[in-house]
């Protein structure tokens, strides 16, 4: 009864039509057709990013989905069991979200989650207009997000604990050099019952915007460069240089988005085997390279 993968995101923004020129014109996916909010595509799914048109912009919610009707249902009895509260959905929105059904809660950080079921696909081909050779989602989800979690351990515990999430990575980032005055941040990688490295860290600092970055990973170095071009012609702030990290090996550059948080575009990322995987933890970020820029 884990969660299987991050099936989608849900951002507020007041300006979608920037989300649109960005989605398709920096990040290579493609807007879906149809009136209402704007759904950006990456993969045979209908959408993977739903942008909402808002007062102001931020990340409103990570859409999480179970691999089964049972393991959701049993999913959701663990969560009741434990006095989180659920909001469930009605089926218009349910539809809206291309899954059979969903519930809203939050974690102990005050992130807000979205949790269902139901792969539902509408048999369209994905061709991005930016020329992408694919996006690395299917069965792996769409990614991965970082949220703000300033109740850390509480935090790790009620995604490891009630959703079936599992650790890949843990990390003390320190921002001065380690100093005695120096108390580090923390962080958490967590995987959910797919391959990908992580579906979601938790960052031990606030952010804003609600999220501190998602991940979309392409197949090959030759794309995230042409991204890289694409996001420097295009005047969007690079938050940090080409680097490689450390704990899942993914080869990536940083940028900013419209509604504030960045988007960390990569390649590379390796896919452990849980059943003989140990657990790391990583003394530092990077292999090499990631310079970061936090202004723009």
Sequence with gaps: MA???LAYAVIDSADPEAWRRYGEDVVGARAAEGEGDLKLRFDERPFRLLIRKADADRFHAAGWVYG???DYDAGLAKLRAAGVALEPASADEAKDRCVREFVRLVDPSGNRLELGWGNIVDGRPFVSPAGVSRFEMGEMGMGHVVVPGMKLAETRAFYIDLLGFGDSDEMRAYMQGGGPD????GFHFLHCDNPRHHSIALGEYPAPSGL????????TLDDVGQALDRAIAAGVHISSSLGKHMNDKMVSFYMRTPSGFDIEYGT???RPDWATFTPTISLKEDEWGHHWDFGG
């Design 3 to 5: 969660v299987k993968a």
């Design 68 to 70: 089964s009707k049972s």
């Design 182 to 185: 120096d108390p580090g941040i």
């Design 212 to 219: 501190i970055h998602m991940m979309f990973e392409v197949p």
């Design 268 to 270: 590379g990322g390796i």
